[in-house]
C-alpha cells in the first residue's frame, strides 16, 4: 500500500503545533522507520493515519485515496497498528479470543476466524499459548500476539508506534525479530515509529522528524552518516559510526580495516 | 550502614514461591552507584522495595539506618491464633534488643521512607496535581512540612532536575516525557533521602533523554554523596556509570561485585541472560579479526575508542 502525506499540519493547541507541512511518500511493500526523539510528532502520526486525530491542513492518501473522517472506516480495513503498551490493547480473555476480537467485528464467518488464529499464531511462534490468559504472558509475548492479531487482519500496511519502548531486552529483540519476518516473508508496507536506532537499521529508508519536520531521509547508512543531524533532533547515531567519526582525524593501526569492520557490524549485529 | 539485608526471603501470597531466596546485601549509606540487573521476573523489584518497607520481608531481618525493620507481635506467645494481629516497625536496635523483641508499640514506617526515596517504574504516569510545584510538594507536605517549608524544598529539587522556572506553574500533563520523569525525580528528591532508588529510570526516554537523566544522577551523586541504586535493562548505561553490580536470577542474588568483573566473564554473563555493552560486543569482534588487542575489555565508547588508537584501560 502506498502511503502519501500532502503538506500536513496538525496542532494539539494553540501553542504546541506537532505536524508543519509535514510531506513524506511511502511506497508500496516498503519498510520506513519514522524516527525523532520524545514529543517529537511521530506519535501523531500513527495517531492520525488511524484517524485518532484529524488533521488541520493537508491530505493523506492511501493508495491514492484520500483518508478523512468519511472513509476512515473503510481506510481502517487495510491497516493495523501495535501500540507501545502491550497492556492497553489486550481485549479478549484469553489470547485466542483476543485475535477473534477484530475478525468477529469484521463478521467473517468462524471456520476463517479459526484457521486465522490458528495460522497468525504459528507465524507469531505463540500457537502454544493460544488458550492462555493474559496476565500469563510476558511483555514480549502479549506484544506478539498484537503482531498475530494485526496480520489476522491481512491489512495491508502495518503501523508500529514504538512497539518495544515498554519491553525488556528479550521482549524487544523478539518482537524486532518478528517485525524483520514479516519484511522479508510478507509483501506488506510497514512504518516503524521509535527512537532506537537499532531498530531502524533494518529498515529500507529513515525518516528523522525533529519539531513536526523532516529534517533528513534516506538509507539507514546515509541517515547513521548525519551525526550533527541526528544529535539536534535529539538522537544519537549507532556507537560504531560514532566512534569511527571521532576517529577520523587521528591515525591509528589497521584503521581501514577498522572502519570497514564497524560499519559492517553496524548491520549485523 | 545503609540498608542491610540478612537472609531476606519474600513471597507474594501464602501459596506463592519465594521471590527473594534468603538475599543478604550490605549496602553503605554514602557514595555508592549501584546497578542492579537481571531479566524480567528474577526479583528486582521486589527486592528495591523491601529496601523502603513498600513490601515486607517473609523471612530475614532488614536493617535501614541502624534501625531495624520488625514483625511486631502484639501477643508474642500465641503466634499461630488468629487474633494476633502482625503488624511492621522500624524501630532503634537498641530498643529492640531492651524490649526483648516483644511489644513495641507506634508504627514508624515513614521514617524509613524518609531515609530511601523509591523513584518507579514509568513515574511519570504517577503525577497527579494541577501544577508541577504542587506536585514536588505533595511528599514533603506529607512528612509533615510546612506550606512554606515544601515550596522551598520543592523549588530546590526541581532546580537540581534542571527544570525551567517557568514550567513550576504549569500542569504537569502538559510536558514531554522526559520532563514529567523530571517532576517525578524531583518529588523525591525534594524529601532529601540519603538513598535515592530507581526502578528502570532511562526506560521508554529517547538517547537524548536518557543522557541527560544519567548525567543527571551523576552529578547528584558527586555534589550530594549520595547512595544510587538503579534497577536497569540498559548494559551500556551499566558500563558506563555503574561502580557497583548485582544481579539477580530467580530470587537469589548470583553476583555483586564490580561491572569489569561480571563483563569480563562472557559465559557467565550468558548464563545470567545478560548482554555484553555495545561498545564491549563491538570490541570482542574486533579483537577476533585480530585488528585490535586489550587486556581489559573496554565497556564504554570512550575507553574501546582509547584502545582503538593502541592505548589501553587502567583501572
Not at chain 1, 492518501?61 to 472513509?71: A, F, P, R, S
Not at chain 2, 531476606?8 to 542492579?36: H, M, R
Amino acid at each position: 500500500m502506498k502511503v502519501r502525506f500532502n503538506n500536513v499540519s496538525f496542532a494539539y493547541d494553540e501553542e504546541s503545533v506537532v505536524l508543519k507541512n509535514f510531506n513524506l511518500t511511502i511506497n508500496d511493500g516498503e519498510m520506513v522507520a519514522i524516527l525523532g526523539h520524545n514529543g517529537s510528532g511521530k506519535s501523531t502520526i500513527a495517531k492520525i493515519m488511524m484517524g485518532l486525530l484529524e488533521v488541520e491542513k493537508g491530505e493523506i492518501y492511501l493508495n491514492d485515496k484520500v483518508l478523512n473522517m468519511d472513509t476512515i472506516e473503510e481506510c481502517r480495513n487495510h491497516m493495523s497498528i501495535i501500540f507501545q503498551n502491550p497492556d492497553n490493547q489486550f481485549v479478549g480473555v484469553t489470547v485466542k479470543d483476543d485475535i477473534a476480537f477484530g475478525l468477529e467485528n469484521k463478521q467473517l464467518p468462524r471456520e476463517e476466524i479459526l484457521n486465522r488464529i490458528q495460522k497468525y499464531l504459528r507465524l507469531v511462534s505463540m500457537e502454544d499459548f493460544i488458550d492462555h490468559a493474559p496476565e500469563e504472558l510476558s511483555g514480549g509475548q502479549k506484544q506478539r500476539v498484537a503482531i498475530a492479531g494485526a496480520l489476522a487482519m491481512e491489512s495491508e500496511l502495518m503501523i508500529f508506534d514504538e512497539s518495544t519502548s515498554m519491553l525488556d531486552p528479550k521482549g524487544t529483540k523478539e518482537v524486532n525479530e518478528m517485525i524483520k519476518k514479516i519484511k522479508n516473508e510478507n509483501n506488506k508496507t510497514i512504518i516503524v515509529i521509535t527512537h532506537n536506532l537499532e531498530e531502524a537499521s533494518y529498515a529500507d529508508r529513515i525518516v528523522v522528524l525533529n519539531s513536526g519536520e523532516v529534517v533528513t531521509d534516506g538509507t539507514p547508512k546515509e541517515v547513521f552518516k548525519k551525526i550533527e543531524v541526528l544529535e539536534a533532533s535529539g538522537l544519537k547515531t549507532m556507537e560504531s559510526v560514532s566512534i569511527i567519526h571521532n576517529l577520523k582525524n587521528k591515525e591509528y593501526k589497521n584503521k581501514k580495516e577498522i572502519e570497514e569492520a564497524l560499519w559492517e557490524l553496524t548491520f549485523n549485529e | 550502614m545503609g540498608i542491610n539485608f540478612q537472609r531476606v526471603s519474600y513471597k507474594y501470597s501464602y501459596n506463592a514461591p519465594l521471590t527473594l531466596k534468603e538475599v543478604s546485601l550490605d549496602i553503605s549509606s554514602k557514595d555508592e552507584f549501584i546497578c542492579i540487573l537481571g531479566h524480567t521476573g528474577s526479583g528486582k523489584s521486589t527486592l528495591v522495595q523491601n529496601m523502603n518497607a513498600l513490601l515486607l520481608p517473609t523471612s530475614g531481618q532488614i536493617t535501614v539506618f541502624d534501625k531495624n525493620v520488625v514483625k511486631v507481635v502484639k501477643h508474642p506467645y500465641k503466634l499461630n491464633t488468629k487474633k494476633n494481629r502482625l503488624k511492621y516497625n522500624f524501630i532503634d536496635n537498641k530498643k529492640l534488643f531492651a524490649r526483648g523483641n516483644k511489644i513495641v508499640y507506634s508504627s514508624n514506617l515513614k521514617v524509613l521512607r524518609k531515609h530511601i526515596g523509591l523513584v518507579f517504574q514509568f513515574p511519570e504516569y504517577q503525577l497527579f496535581e494541577s501544577t508541577v510545584l504542587k506536585d514536588v510538594m505533595f511528599g514533603p507536605k506529607n512528612f509533615g512540612l510546612s506550606d512554606d517549608e515544601a515550596r522551598r524544598a520543592a523549588k530546590h529539587a526541581c532546580n537540581i532536575v534542571g527544570l525551567p522556572k517557568d514550567v513550576l506553574e504549569k500542569s504537569p500533563f502538559s510536558l514531554s516525557g522526559g520532563q514529567m520523569r523530571r517532576v517525578a525525580i524531583a518529588g523525591i528528591l525534594a524529601l532529601n533521602p540519603d538513598i535515592i532508588v530507581l526502578d528502570e529510570p532511562t526506560v521508554g526516554l529517547d538517547p537524548k533523554g536518557k543522557d541527560e537523566l544519567m548525567n543527571l544522577l551523576v552529578s547528584i551523586q558527586k555534589e550530594t554523596s549520595k547512595t544510587i541504586i538503579m534497577i536497569t535493562h540498559d548494559m551500556n548505561v551499566v558500563g558506563k556509570y555503574a561502580k557497583r553490580v548485582i544481579v539477580m536470577d530467580q530470587g537469589n542474588v548470583v553476583f555483586d561485585g564490580n561491572k569489569r568483573d561480571l563483563f569480563e566473564d562472557i559465559d557467565r554473563l550468558h548464563k545470567f541472560n545478560l548482554d555484553l555493552p555495545t561498545s564491549s560486543s563491538l570490541a570482542v569482534k574486533l579483537k577476533e579479526r585480530g585488528l585490535i588487542n586489550y587486556t581489559h575489555l573496554p565497556l564504554s565508547k570512550e575507553e574501546l575508542e582509547t584502545v582503538i588508537l593502541g592505548g589501553d584501560i587502567y583501572e
